[in-house]
């Protein structure tokens, strides 16, 4: 149930991971290997320069593997990840656990934090997931946020108006810190938990515990009181100040574009811990990892709204050319003249971030981009076809729309076969299978 479990896991599938035996430098050369790799196998860095911890990258860089790692198939995921956020299963409380074997005080010099892009403002740990107590101690929140090394023991968190934002500025209310721990290296179903949305007052890490079927055991972080996976590789404790901002930015988010400087809050870390042998979790900003776990947990969603639009959902997928996040192919069994408008509709409602949708019938497979450009061009016409709207709520990380307002432009595309046109024009053409 920890992220070494599940790399030795995919070490038993051919071709799941690759090792690296050069040495390379945590400023920009490891990170051009994870871009070599990007969307393929996890990378095992067998040395990063001044370091003795060790880096693995890329472990939710496909589908496959997050499929694996909850449990769950291109079909049947949707409802897991949704069944997990409505009914989260409390972890176990233990006393100590391996992320426990060496604490002191905090040094990120320890640690190979990277520096991806050219003109990203610093060295970046990507793979954080911030534990943070509510300010009345209530509940925790546990939320994935690109973190910027300013030194040895602070950080810059981007908090974009989300649960943990809404928790900080509560806090800075009543001039009160909040409470943290920053966990790097755990299973990879805790890091989809961590994006699944639950409502606000829901522990992600028990969204997590559910989607692995239960048994995530956590430690009490002694200064902080917030629990964390026992079997955690790395756990950075401290607060987030409630008065101190600094810059943040440029960094590259999953547009693979600079997203723009910001003020935003101090992390002072005050301790942590780590397994002796501990390993590094890098994620590629941008890269397939980092859309992948942004993007399913919302297919999620998009799923469930558009099945209570459409009678037969096949598959909803958020794709890769499109960030994960800008772009959703639906694929529907029509049974209605109109089941493909609405469908549109329901997936844009769903996820306001998303931009084009293409809606396609249950013969398209949606994981094929190529399949999909087929159906546009032998199913559609965009006179009668297509749905637009202008000036919706958008998303803030697309440069061509109004940045300041987040307004954009939507589309829809009625891909599916025309009603009243007979089906067999529109049949993909097979050829049988020879006679012997
Ligand atoms: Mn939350």
Redesign the pocket.
């Known amino acids: 149930m920890s992220f070494r479990q599940f790399l030795e896991g995919e070490r038993r599938i051919a071709g799941q991971v690759t090792e690296v035996a050069d040495e390379l430098s945590a400023e920009y050369e490891a990170p051009a290997v994870m871009k070599a790799n990007d969307g393929g196998p996890v990378v095992v860095f067998g040395r990063i320069r001044g370091h003795r911890v060790k880096v693995v990258a890329g472990l939710c860089g496909t589908r496959e593997r997050i499929y694996r790692a909850i449990g769950a198939g291109p079909r049947d995921y949707y409802s897991k990840l949704t069944a997990a956020a409505a009914n989260p299963v409390k972890p176990e409380v233990v006393s100590s656990g391996p992320v426990m074997e060496v604490t002191g005080g905090a040094d990120l010099g320890e640690l190979p934090v990277f520096r991806h892009y050219e003109r990203d403002a610093g060295r970046y740990i990507t793979s954080g997931i911030v534990v943070a107590r509510s300010p009345d101690g209530k509940f925790q929140?546990?939320?994935i946020h690109r973190l910027l090394v300013l030194g040895k023991d602070r950080l810059a968190i981007r908090l974009v108006p989300?649960?943990?934002f809404a928790m900080h500025q509560e806090g800075k209310s009543c001039g009160e810190d909040i409470q943290v721990a920053i966990v790097i290296g755990v299973h990879p179903a805790v890091a989809v938990g961590a994006n699944a949305?639950?409502?606000?007052?829901?522990?992600?890490l028990g969204v997590g515990n559910a989607l692995m079927g239960g048994g995530l055991k956590v430690v009490k972080c002694r200064r902080s009181g917030v629990t964390v996976p026992a079997e955690a590789e790395i756990v950075l404790e401290g607060v987030i100040k409630a008065d101190e901002t600094v810059d943040e930015g440029p960094f590259v988010d999953l547009t693979g574009t600079y997203d723009i400087i910001r003020k935003q809050p101090v992390v002072q870390l005050n301790g942590m811990m780590m397994r002796r042998d501990a390993i590094y979790q890098a994620i590629l900003p941008g890269g397939a990892e980092h859309k992948l776990l942004m993007g399913m947990p919302k297919e999620a969603r998009m799923y469930d709204a558009v099945s209570r639009a459409v009678p037969d959902v096949r598959g909803v997928r958020l794709t890769l050319g499109g960030a994960c996040w800008f772009h959703a192919a639906v694929s529907i069994r029509k049974q209605a003249e109109g089941d493909g408008k609405n469908a549109i509709l329901a997936a844009l409602g769903a996820n306001p971030s998303v931009k084009h949708v293409v809606v396609v019938d249950e013969d398209i497979n949606i994981d094929d981009m190529a399949e999909v450009e087929w159906a546009v061009a032998t199913r559609f016409q965009g006179d009668t076809g297509m749905i637009k709207i202008k000036r919706a709520r958008g998303s803030s990380l697309d440069p061509s729309s109004d940045q300041e307002r987040i307004l954009t432009a939507k589309l829809g595309i009625d891909a599916t076969v025309p009603w009243g046109k007979p089906r067999e024009k529109f049949e993909k053409a097979t050829i049988p299978k020879a006679a012997r």
């Open positions: 929140n546990a939320s989300r649960h943990l949305g639950p409502k606000l007052g829901v522990d992600e």
